[in-house]
């Protein structure tokens, strides 16, 4: 899915400091979606975006924050407040379409650590 | 809350064997089941899907069925390859949200 890129691969952050992961797409979805994956786990979603200036809490949203200002961004800003924020980040995105649900379609990843 | 559930977490299988995973989801109203494969540190890829208003669906080695009674949905991979090792991922939803399952870890032994 080269229509959706994350930035940056990997990514280290150290105590007390926010760090933000970008989410680009050029497939002209509506919505976007940021997941967390740890090893052995299904994704877990943090937040989503049905359309620009609107996003809605998933189910692990606390210590993190999105915007979304534009069609094509969505990018996501782990806070000081996240105790634990080692793990892999998705995001994805979902075109409208015909006939209903349509799939997500993922980007490459941006794996966090803890300095 | 929703949810989805995903067995075995683990699967291991001679070259050319079949593999099914089953997984079974809580929201009555989820429409739309998805599967993806995600091999190690890549991301995750739709390899077939289906909506609530067909009861199977097949695509080569891949086939998905469907059981909205029961609420359970399975994945089948015939003549299974080495390149057929990886995790594979259910999923469930309606509008366009999916809650995912935890993951089975497919290996294919030559």
């Known amino acids: 899915d080269g229509g959706i890129t994350q930035s940056p691969k990997y990514l280290f952050r150290k105590e007390g400091q926010n760090v933000t992961l970008s989410c680009e797409q050029n497939?002209?979805?509506?919505?976007m979606y940021w997941y967390r994956q740890d090893p052995g786990q299904g994704l877990r979603l943090i937040y989503y975006s049905q359309i620009v200036n609107d996003f809605q809490k998933g189910d692990i949203a606390e210590g993190y924050s999105v915007s979304r200002e534009k069609k094509e961004s969505f990018p996501l800003t782990v806070t000081s407040a996240q105790k634990n924020p080692t793990a892999f980040y998705l995001c994805a995105s979902r075109g409208q379409g015909k006939g209903g649900n349509q799939p997500q379609h993922f980007g490459d990843g941006t794996r966090l650590s803890i300095l | 809350g929703e949810n989805v559930e995903q067995h075995p977490s683990t699967l291991s299988v001679q070259e050319g064997d079949s593999a099914v995973i089953k997984c079974t989801y809580s929201d009555s109203a989820s429409n739309y089941f998805p599967w993806y494969k995600q091999e190690l540190g890549k991301r995750p890829q739709l390899i077939i899907d289906i909506r609530s208003n067909v009861g199977e669906k097949k695509d080569q080695r891949i086939a998905v069925t469907l059981n909205k009674t029961a609420k359970h949905f399975s994945l089948h991979i015939t003549e299974t390859q080495p390149e057929d090792s990886a995790v594979y991922f259910c999923a469930g939803g309606s509008q366009g949200n999916l809650i995912f399952g935890k993951g089975t870890k497919l290996s294919v032994k030559p």
């Open positions: 497939l002209n979805h509506d919505a």
